[in-house]
């Protein structure tokens, strides 16, 4: 009995820091903002309390509303593509049998190595209406009709971000569901291969399916980054042109750090954590019952 209350200690006394961290960066952030959610407050000066004013404003908020439509399209369209593509991909480096596999994991990992801002800038460059390495590659082969601001035109902004983003997401997913097909067991695939199973039929009714919770992985990390997208949009277009490619965040970057609107701010990223929260828990009940 002794020695269990002296492993307990000595586990609360181990576990101390951790928790202080979480305390200090986590815990105590949220209830911040929280708190400054009910004031009306500049950054500096007195805060005047206003009660849930900054909540009801939301709902007559057209800006808000639009910001909260683009993350839902982000979601919808950049996890399907970040999870689809990469398993395309693994799978055709999978069945190739090339001595090159090495080679091809390294070149397709290394838009993961570079910051999302240098991938950003790089985009930016290449989707230059006058200089950029797209529109003259189309000038060149005859398809000047074809040539656009990229980043400069509503029709065509909110592709250019989402490409851009699934581009350099692409190689570490590749990576990740690789390294489980190439784990899973030879004799598998020979079996199957007696069987007369070709390597489509392989691909479905083997690989996938031991893949299973692979993907869980890869769409947990894929819904976290779409429902966190910043740097992409900010740096290529600032959430323009006409906010058509401005997600929540950004929109919150700007009531905060343009507007010093920080009560304001802090109200919409309460409720966007609320809306992640419950997005979070939906997915994970939803892989927990599909594993069941």
Do not use: C
């Not at 592709?159 to 598998?188: E, H, K, M, P, Q």
């Not at 291969?193 to 039929?201: H, L, S, T, V």
């Not at 920080?262 to 994970?284: D, E, H, K, M, N």
Request: hydrophobic letters at 50%.
């Amino acid at each position: 009995m002794k020695q269990t209350r002296i492993e307990k200690f000595a586990i609360l006394v181990f576990l101390l820091p951790a928790l202080a961290l979480y305390l200090i960066f986590v815990l105590y952030p949220v209830f911040s903002a929280l708190l400054t959610s009910m004031y009306q407050w500049r950054g500096i000066g007195n805060k005047k309390w206003i009660g849930f004013d900054n909540y009801t404003k939301m709902f007559t908020d057209e800006n808000f509303i639009n910001a909260l439509m683009n993350t839902g399209k982000y979601i919808l369209f950049q996890v399907p593509l970040t999870v689809l593509v990469p398993l395309f991909v693994a799978l055709i480096i999978a069945n190739s049998k090339s001595r090159w596999t090495n080679f091809y994991q390294g070149t397709i990992f290394l838009p993961h190595i570079l910051p999302g801002v240098a991938i950003a800038m790089l985009w930016a460059t290449i989707f230059n209406p006058v200089s950029g390495l797209l529109n003259g590659l189309l000038r060149l082969v005859g398809l000047d009709m074809w040539a656009t601001e990229w980043l400069g035109r509503t029709e065509t902004a909110f592709g250019s971000v989402l490409w851009v983003t699934v581009w350099g997401a692409i190689g570490f997913y590749t990576v990740l569901l690789l390294a489980g097909v190439l784990n899973i067991s030879r004799d598998l695939f020979e079996a199957a291969e007696i069987d007369g199973a070709n390597k489509f039929q392989r691909s479905i009714y083997i690989i996938i399916p031991l893949l299973r919770g692979i993907l869980k992985v890869v769409v947990t990390f894929t819904l976290i980054n779409a429902l966190k997208m910043f740097e992409m949009p900010q740096v290529l277009t600032s959430g323009g042109p006409n906010r058509s490619t401005e997600p929540v965040s950004l929109y919150i970057y700007e009531q905060a750090f343009k507007n010093y609107n920080f009560g304001y701010a802090s109200a919409i990223g309460v409720v966007f954590f609320i809306i992640v929260l419950l997005i979070t828990l939906t997915t994970q009940r939803a892989m927990r019952g599909e594993a069941e």
